[in-house]
């Protein structure tokens, strides 16, 4: 089965900083991007980064430019956000997120369950 494992979260100081880590197993389509979402409480999904498996390409939220770098390792399909200089508004659920393509090119999108990143004032 396809399982998306998250790391890494907690509760940290502002201005501190923490590592997420997200490993992908069982998915045997080929893999487009990787990336992170987070979601805070009463507010919308949203892009934080994302990286294109093939080039190595990043895209990051406005709001973390600068802060967080995600980078990733193709031969253990894993992910990392490496956040620096965290904010409270930083707070949130933040999302695993794995793009792939089926042999009829059609897509489909896995998600990890979430971890909690918890930044106080």
């Known amino acids: 089965q396809v399982q998306l494992v998250e790391s890494g979260g907690g509760l940290v100081q502002a201005g501190g900083s923490l590592r997420l880590s997200c490993v992908a197993s069982?998915?045997?389509?080929?893999?487009?991007?990787m990336g992170w979402y987070r979601q805070a409480p009463g507010r919308q999904r949203e892009l934080v980064a994302s990286i294109y498996r093939s080039s190595g390409t990043t895209n990051y939220a406005d709001s973390v430019k600068g802060r967080f770098t995600i980078s990733r390792d193709n031969a253990k399909n894993t992910v990392y956000l490496q956040m620096n200089s965290l904010k409270p508004e930083d707070t949130g659920v933040y999302y695993c997120n794995v793009n792939v393509k089926t042999l009829a090119h059609i897509p489909y999108t896995y998600w990890g369950q979430g971890t909690q990143v918890t930044v106080s004032s």
């Open positions: 069982g998915i045997s389509f080929s893999i487009n991007d």
